[in-house]
């Protein structure tokens, strides 16, 4: 099946400091690429959507100058969380959508980000 | 509001009852998964239904997606341990992807 890996698994960071998250997509093409929040034991929360290529399209209420998405292949997209603060800790997972089964998403196994 | 709503949003159980998640929607989709989540891991596919009134078996599993496509259910047969997580449905309407509010289950040995 298709493979969706994400780097780094966990990490702590200093407040103020920016965290990059790498999804990729192993064993295909991806069309689209999502990233999404997710708190304790809540749904997952849709922060933007990304094509290769493009510029994301953020949801309402995420900010696109902090949350900064870069899809630079179609199997790479990196999200980047610029002058992290203590509130942005959470888990975040990227999906990808594979061309050849556009319907069905497959997800990474997300990052814990911890800021201090 | 959530386009997709799950309920009920905790269930925790004993060993070998049974259990149904229900999620529900006025909106229609052209098709919807079932994910199911352990705590640090990201969803896992369980099942995609895209034809109404369908019905899809996966061992002690039961899908079933709405004659009208809006909703869906989700039953599970003698509950065991290892079905402890949180299931999300989520659901396609041809232009975007949305994902129900989800239901925690815990079952008890």
């Known amino acids: 099946g298709a493979v969706v890996s994400q780097h780094p698994s966990r990490v702590i960071c200093k407040s103020g400091t920016s965290v990059k998250i790498e999804c990729r997509s192993l064993?295909?093409?991806?069309?689209?690429m999502f990233w999404y929040r997710q708190f304790p034991k809540q749904s997952l929360m849709l922060m933007a959507t990304?094509?290769?290529?493009?510029?994301?399209?953020?949801e309402q209420g995420v900010e696109k100058d902090k949350f900064l998405i870069n899809h630079a292949s179609l199997t790479l997209s990196t999200l980047t969380v610029t002058s992290a603060h203590p509130e942005d800790s959470s888990f975040y997972i990227c999906?990808?959508?594979?061309?050849?089964?556009?319907?069905?998403?497959?997800f990474g196994p997300g990052t814990r980000l911890t800021v201090l | 509001t959530q386009l997709l709503e799950q309920s009920p949003q905790f269930l925790s159980i004993q060993e070998g009852e049974n259990l149904t998640v229900y999620c529900n929607s006025s909106?229609?989709?052209?098709?919807l998964q079932w994910y199911r989540q352990e705590p640090g891991e990201g969803p896992v596919l369980l099942v995609t239904?895209?034809?109404?009134?369908e019905v899809k078996k996966l061992k002690r599993l039961t899908f079933q997606f709405g004659d009208a496509r809006k909703d869906s259910s989700l039953h599970i047969t003698a509950a065991q341990p290892g079905d402890t997580g949180l299931y999300l449905c989520?659901?396609?309407?041809?232009?975007?992807?949305?994902f129900g509010t989800g239901t925690s289950l815990t079952v008890i040995p």
């Open positions: 239904v895209v034809t109404g009134g």
């Open positions: 909106s229609v989709f052209s098709s």
């Open positions: 064993d295909f093409q991806a069309t689209t």
């Open positions: 999906s990808a959508n594979s061309r050849a089964v556009t319907d069905t998403q497959y």
């Open positions: 990304s094509n290769e290529g493009s510029k994301a399209t953020y």
């Open positions: 989520a659901g396609d309407t041809g232009n975007q992807f949305y």
